[in-house]
């Protein structure tokens, strides 16, 4: 959802710095900008992300801390002796100090820590934004209280509310908040005690109505309330949700009001199963008008409407996928059925309530496809390896190619990992071309996995294997970062349907290592 560029301004004389952060591949949404400077530049200081320092700086560092953006990283880079003089001052301009000379996977190691901690400090920050700005975006009270009783967290609606500023209400207790005396609040009544300590027991999401004195008389709310859990399993408070009833139950209001603020599309129909009444969300998302189904039966428009498909959820619940009449995407709507009953508790009717669930299913499909692909080649990994085989097996013999790169840690420390990345995705293409029809996972580092399920000969699989080591071969060849790289493959086969995929896995290991053992850009098969 976001990229970031960190601008990074080292002051040095040597290359070993230099070389230490231009090596450090970028987290997640993230660039490098590098500048490098052999004298101390102010200019460049002030729009640095990360500073490092190994140069004298003009005043010192708390001097140079002024000179920086509010939230830069500056790192010093000094000698024993001199880390050890600075002042209490000084050391606290400074977010790190690396002695020198410097240790080149230490000073890496350390990078790498200041990179996720900027990016754990980014991702913290709009976790909060996403959080205020979801909560405030909901019309119904929202609230986080402390175990305690305070409140840690309210949204707009909850201000208006209660009348009083985010500032005003965060930290305070249902007594400050709501205006009511501390003995009423022991007594507890209408002050919700009871329900937050219920909630905490039974350490589920419960619904209640509730009454709430406050200095403007009672409110009726209608509320979620669910227990928030720490990591360590114990409870630390509470989450609610409050709708606001009070007016319209002064009002006697009908169910038109309720229909017309809801944020869901809604249909109604009575006992006899005739459209009574439909909402504006409904008319927008099953393009229709209101009086063009009310007086229908439900179930014979439900048949007749062309646009509705239908299937059930993961929790049972029905999905219905819309596809509009001007060809847009369609929707996809999660269906929730309620009964309506009378004051004598006679069932009157039936209230469908649909909810948009089209992006919380595209975000899934899209979770899915991350925890199952590598990143970098685009290839199958290694979970999603051992989900296919569990899935698509069905007793069927399988073929495993394990394939390891040589040399490949040679070039990475020759050319770099920029390089050895290419040298990676070029293979996951080669993999692809040559087993068009396989299952192709990089199992991680330089290791891939290459799945052919069905009867499959082993002359056939040897061949096909050399005939990969040879274009292989021919393509990197022409590549002259990639010419040092080759490929050894170990080779196994199983038509015995018991037999389970890690001990498969584990023969075709052990062909690998037999083939390396024997020189580069060899082939074995197992038992052979």
Request: charged letters at 30%.
């Amino acid at each position: 959802m976001y990229e970031c560029k960190l601008d990074v301004v080292i002051f040095t004389l040597g290359p070993v710095l230099p070389e230490i952060v231009r090596s450090a591949v970028p987290l997640e949404h993230y660039e490098h900008h590098i500048e490098v400077f052999d004298a101390f530049s102010a200019a460049a200081a002030s729009r640095a992300d990360i500073l490092l320092l190994d140069l004298p700086a003009e005043g010192g560092t708390d001097e140079l801390r002024r000179l920086c953006k509010p939230r830069a990283a500056l790192i010093a880079c000094l000698p024993a002796p001199a880390a050890a003089a600075l002042a209490d001052g000084e050391l606290a301009a400074l977010d790190d100090v690396w002695v020198t000379p410097l240790e080149p996977r230490l000073a890496a190691l350390r990078l790498r820590r200041l990179l996720e901690r900027i990016k754990l400090e980014k991702d913290c920050w709009l976790t909060r934004l996403y959080l205020d700005t979801t909560i405030d975006s909901i019309p119904d009270m929202v609230w986080f209280k402390a175990k305690d009783g305070t409140h840690v967290k309210v949204n707009k609606a909850f201000c208006h509310t209660v009348g009083k500023t985010r500032e005003d209400v965060t930290g305070k207790d249902h007594c400050y908040i709501w205006d009511v005396s501390r003995e009423d609040f022991e007594r507890g009544e209408f002050v919700c005690r009871e329900t937050e300590e219920l909630v905490m027991q039974r350490r589920a999401t419960c619904q209640f109505t509730e009454k709430v004195k406050s200095q403007h008389g009672m409110r009726q709310f209608k509320t979620y309330k669910s227990p928030l859990i720490d990591e360590s399993g114990e409870i630390m408070g509470t989450v609610g949700i409050g709708h606001d009833e009070t007016d319209l139950e002064n009002m006697g209001a009908e169910l038109e009001i309720i229909l017309r603020s809801m944020p869901f599309a809604i249909l109604v129909w009575d006992d006899k199963g005739i459209i009574v009444n439909a909402n504006e969300k409904f008319e927008s998302y099953f393009g229709v008008r209101r009086d063009e189904i009310v007086g229908r039966r439900h179930d014979m428009w439900e048949a007749d409407h062309a646009g509705v498909k239908t299937r059930p959820g993961e929790d049972g619940r029905l999905e219905i996928r819309v596809a509009p009449s001007d060809a847009r995407e369609e929707r996809i709507l999660k269906t929730h059925l309620e009964p309506i009953y009378d004051v004598f508790h006679t069932e009157v009717g039936r209230l469908c309530i649909f909810r948009d669930v089209t992006v919380e299913r595209a975000l899934e499909r899209q979770l899915i496809q991350n925890l199952n692909t590598d990143f970098l080649t685009g290839l199958c990994n290694r979970r999603h390896f051992y989900h296919y085989m569990a899935d698509e097996r069905s007793g069927r013999p399988v073929s495993l190619l394990y394939l390891d790169l040589d040399r490949f840690k040679e070039v990475n420390d020759t050319y770099g990992h920029q390089v050895g990345d290419q040298a990676l995705i070029e293979t996951a293409r080669l993999l692809r071309e040559s087993f068009p029809e396989a299952f192709i996972a990089r199992l991680g580092g330089d290791e891939f996995i290459i799945a052919l399920l069905g009867d499959q000969p082993l002359p056939a699989l040897r061949d096909r294997a050399h005939t990969f080591q040879r274009r292989m071969e021919e393509t990197f060849s022409a590549m002259p970062r990639f010419r040092l790289l080759s490929a050894c493959i170990g080779v196994a086969r199983s038509g015995d349907p018991d037999m389970d995929i890690d001990t498969l896995l584990q023969q075709s290991d052990a062909a690998l290592y037999a083939a390396k053992e024997r020189g580069m850009g060899q082939c074995c098969v197992f038992g052979e």
